[in-house]
């Protein structure tokens, strides 16, 4: 018995790279895997042939149970439909998983508005649009009386956590999605719902360009399939301990990524309000650049 052995899973993104390895994973764990792709290229345009239903096929050829959907995760009811569709015939949805995307790379002084705006969509609506659908139906289940173990898993990226020159509509879009990771996970905790988030450092073609590809044979640390254990245990009952979490996994290293945090403060002298004579001073010393030989007691 597979870990995720009855357990339905979603996985967009799912026709090449990291969410193929995902879908792939998660079924030779005893998923049901409902494997969504729009088939576009590296830059989202469109394609002749989705690659969803090579992954498929390649899942029933292996033993398991797969159905391929080729439905924008941008589209609203689109998304409303997948999980009520995937409901319908499989009976429950026990996880997400939010991989799809693509990259329009430039500067910010060659970014056009359509640039922006897509990767935005693709990446941090689309990753919405499939969550609130699956938590509606989580919520509804949970009102019923009927139990839930739902598992969410979103895709940030080190763009997102720690920045990078030229992916500014990517590297934001990330960076939300792991606050709307957290948000998600203080909702759902009440409905049995976990939610959290992993961020690859892998060869798909969006990263192409990191590292060599390991000769065949070899263990790959670049290889997406790396990250994949890792989403498989979010999705399985098991995790229902963990939320609201960054994970990032770097070969056979997976790491605890945290946020924001409070490193050191400086206040007003003696009056309420901080006063605009105060701030360069009182930021040299919070940040450790006073000029030389200056010392403030």
């Known amino acids: 018995m597979g870990l995720l052995e009855g357990r339905v899973v979603i996985v967009t993104g799912a026709g090449r790279g990291l969410g ?16 969504n792709d729009l088939g576009v290229s590296l830059h989202g345009q469109a ?13 029933v050829a292996g033993g398991g149970t797969a159905v391929a959907n080729g439905a924008s995760v941008t589209d ?19 996880a997400v998983v939010n991989n799809a995307g693509f990259l329009r790379d430039r500067m910010i ?12 969509e693709v990446h941090l609506k689309g990753t919405f649009c499939v969550l609130k659908h699956a938590c509606d139906y989580w919520r ?44 998600a996970a203080l909702e ?5 719902v976990t939610c959290n988030a992993v961020s690859p450092i892998a060869a798909t ?11 065949e044979g070899q263990w790959d640390p670049l290889d997406p399939a790396n990250m994949s254990p890792v989403v498989a245990w979010l999705c399985s009952e098991e995790a229902g301990w963990l939320s609201g979490q960054v994970i990032r996994v770097d070969g056979n290293k997976v790491q605890r990524v945290t946020g924001w945090a409070v490193e050191g403060m400086f206040e007003s002298a003696g009056h309420e309000a901080i006063e605009v004579g105060e701030v360069g001073m009182g930021l040299r010393k919070l940040y450790g650049t006073l000029p030389a030989g200056l010392v403030i007691k």
């Open 188 to 192: 759902m905790q009440r409905y049995g």
């Open 20 to 35: 193929r390895s995902h879908a792939l994973h998660l079924a030779a764990e005893g998923a049901t895997v409902v494997v």
């Open 76 to 94: 609203w009811a689109a998304m409303q439909q997948l999980i009520a569709g995937t409901v319908d015939q499989f009976g429950d949805l026990h």
């Open 47 to 59: 394609e002749e042939k989705s690659p969803a239903d090579d992954v498929v096929d390649e899942i």
């Open 140 to 183: 509804s289940q949970g009102k019923a009386g009927k139990p839930v173990s739902g598992r969410i898993v979103n895709t940030t990226s080190g763009s997102g956590l720690f920045a990078n020159v030229g992916q500014a509509n990517y590297g934001s879009a990330k960076s939300a999605i792991a606050t709307l990771t957290q948000v």
């Open 109 to 120: 002084t060659g970014m056009s508005e359509e640039d922006f705006d897509s990767v935005i």
């Open 205 to 215: 073609r969006m990263l192409a360009t990191i590292g060599k590809v390991a000769t």
